[in-house]
């Protein structure tokens, strides 16, 4: 058995150990980097970069170094690649087609590329890079600005001589094994952030962690909220589509950002209009979130219309509705198509409640439970009168969150 074959061993027992077990990719990179130093390899800085699925970020990087251990960036997508990707060693594999490069930090690799020059500022004297791709490698070559998907990987030493052959070896023998149990993580970490962003963060948390069947669902008590745009069909039909898209994506991400900001969870989005939860632990703290969310919203979008009114961007007012009470919360639908999504007379009252602003002549509309369920209440909630409400025997008080003239 060879030195290489000794140190290989027991370290793709230990990575496979670690995909077994769901180990993070951080777990696994920073003791996979560990342990090459207690083998004693001279490894001065370690570097993988990944794709990552998800609509804000185009890819993820890990960096180890022996000085601060390891970190991570995410890459946001961009219509045109940065500099930093332009001139880095990885787009040049790329480029060429390339599965290998190595820099011994001479004078054309210092002028062709930053990195290097920022490497050799630490006292590096090798550099090693290499790929792997998951899945079936086609003919075509890799595409630098939009890679398949796999892993970019790069080793730095800062011996004098730099790496030997054995030591190339070595990571030549673990790179699969490697690979795979990062596949394994990220892969998991992938269905996370997309269930996420398509479900809402608790709804997907739940879904990831099996509540997968079919009318499995639980009764919670809550805080509904209905989110609308006011004249969302006047302006659907004035504006060309991509700016209309822009205008929602505006309004959306701002009341999203909002909520979610105050412990509400994103249950789905309904043309225009966004339905949302407060589940915090007691009604208590979901009536007082969803009233201090509701209050920072007007606020928010009136700054927001001035913004846009300034730009020469069209404005929207915006409706918000909030009831609480038992609520059925779970999965429903056909066997092969369900949505994590909410249902029962709470649901239904509020969307009722939700009908009344033009009537009411108000943009915030709170049932009377939430109103109790709130108290004492920061904000001066202000008695719009006794109502009938299709559904419901007894008149229902509303209110509305004074703060001025809105």
Same mark, same amino acid.
């Given at each position: 058995?060879?030195?290489?074959?000794?140190?290989?061993?027991?370290?793709?027992?230990?990575?496979?150990?670690?995909?077994?077990?769901?180990?993070?990719?951080?777990?696994?990179?920073?003791?996979?980097?560990? %342990?090459?130093? *207690?083998?004693?390899?001279?490894?001065?800085?370690?570097?993988?970069?990944?794709?990552?699925?998800?609509?804000?970020?185009?890819?993820? !990087?890990?960096?180890?170094?022996?000085?601060?251990?390891?970190?991570?960036?995410?890459?946001?997508?961009?219509?045109?690649?940065?500099?930093?990707?332009?001139?880095?060693?990885?787009?040049?594999?790329?480029?060429?087609?390339?599965?290998?490069?190595?820099?011994?930090? !001479?004078?054309?690799?210092? @002028?062709?590329?930053?990195?290097?020059?920022?490497?050799?500022?630490? !006292?590096?004297?090798?550099?090693?890079?290499? %790929?792997?791709?998951?899945?079936?490698?086609?003919?075509?070559?890799?595409?630098?600005?939009?890679?398949?998907?796999?892993?970019?990987?790069?080793?730095?030493?800062?011996?004098?001589?730099?790496?030997?052959?054995?030591?190339?070896?070595?990571?030549?023998?673990?790179?699969?094994?490697? $690979?795979?149990?990062?596949?394994?993580?990220?892969?998991?970490?992938?269905?996370?952030?997309?269930?996420?962003?398509?479900?809402?963060?608790?709804?997907? %948390?739940?879904?990831?962690?099996?509540?997968?069947?079919?009318?499995? +669902?639980?009764?919670?008590?809550?805080?509904?909220?209905?989110?609308?745009?006011?004249?969302?069909?006047?302006?659907?039909? *004035?504006?060309?589509?991509?700016?209309?898209?822009?205008?929602?994506?505006?309004?959306? $991400?701002?009341?999203? &950002?909002?909520?979610?900001?105050?412990?509400?969870?994103?249950?789905?989005?309904?043309?225009?209009?966004?339905?949302?939860?407060?589940?915090?632990?007691?009604?208590?703290?979901?009536?007082?979130?969803?009233?201090? &969310?509701?209050?920072?919203?007007?606020?928010?979008?009136?700054?927001?219309?001035?913004?846009? =009114?300034? +730009?020469?961007?069209?404005?929207?007012?915006?409706?918000?509705?909030?009831?609480?009470?038992?609520?059925?919360?779970?999965?429903?639908?056909?066997?092969?198509?369900?949505?994590?999504?909410?249902? !029962?007379?709470?649901?239904?009252?509020?969307?009722?409640?939700?009908?009344?602003?033009?009537?009411?002549?108000?943009?915030?509309?709170?049932?009377?439970?939430?109103?109790? @369920? @709130?108290?004492? =209440?920061?904000?001066?909630?202000?008695?719009?009168?006794?109502?009938?409400?299709?559904?419901?025997?007894?008149?229902?008080?509303?209110?509305?969150?004074?703060?001025?003239?809105?």
């Amino acid at each position: 058995m060879t030195e290489t074959d000794k140190i290989a061993a027991p370290m793709i027992a230990w990575i496979v150990e670690q995909g077994l077990h769901g180990v993070s990719r951080e777990g696994i990179l920073k003791g996979y980097c560990e %342990r090459l130093v *207690q083998a004693g390899l001279p490894l001065l800085r370690f570097h993988v970069a990944q794709r990552a699925f998800h609509p804000k970020f185009g890819g993820i !990087g890990f960096s180890w170094t022996r000085a601060e251990g390891l970190s991570h960036q995410y890459f946001q997508r961009q219509e045109t690649p940065v500099d930093a990707w332009l001139l880095s060693p990885f787009y040049r594999m790329l480029q060429q087609d390339n599965k290998e490069f190595r820099s011994s930090f !001479g004078a054309e690799d210092m @002028a062709d590329f930053p990195l290097i020059r920022d490497l050799a500022g630490t !006292g590096a004297t090798d550099y090693f890079a290499t %790929r792997l791709m998951f899945g079936e490698a086609g003919d075509e070559p890799q595409d630098p600005n939009n890679p398949a998907e796999g892993m970019m990987v790069s080793w730095t030493s800062d011996q004098v001589g730099g790496f030997t052959e054995a030591d190339l070896s070595l990571f030549r023998t673990l790179l699969p094994h490697l $690979g795979l149990a990062l596949k394994s993580s990220s892969h998991r970490q992938m269905a996370s952030d997309l269930l996420q962003v398509y479900l809402g963060r608790d709804a997907g %948390r739940r879904v990831l962690s099996g509540e997968i069947q079919r009318g499995s +669902s639980q009764k919670i008590d809550a805080v509904i909220c209905y989110f609308d745009l006011k004249g969302f069909t006047r302006l659907a039909e *004035q504006l060309p589509g991509p700016d209309l898209i822009e205008m929602l994506n505006d309004y959306f $991400g701002l009341a999203v &950002a909002t909520i979610q900001g105050h412990g509400g969870n994103i249950l789905k989005f309904m043309g225009d209009g966004i339905l949302t939860m407060f589940d915090l632990g007691s009604i208590q703290e979901d009536a007082t979130a969803a009233l201090a &969310a509701a209050s920072e919203l007007r606020i928010k979008i009136a700054e927001r219309n001035i913004e846009r =009114s300034t +730009s020469g961007l069209p404005i929207a007012d915006f409706t918000l509705a909030l009831h609480a009470g038992e609520i059925l919360y779970g999965n429903i639908g056909a066997e092969n198509r369900l949505d994590f999504t909410v249902i !029962g007379p709470t649901v239904n009252l509020t969307s009722r409640i939700s009908g009344l602003h033009r009537e009411v002549g108000q943009s915030i509309i709170v049932s009377e439970v939430v109103q109790r @369920a @709130a108290q004492p =209440s920061p904000h001066d909630l202000v008695s719009l009168g006794r109502y009938m409400l299709r559904g419901v025997s007894e008149p229902v008080e509303l209110y509305t969150i004074f703060e001025g003239a809105e």
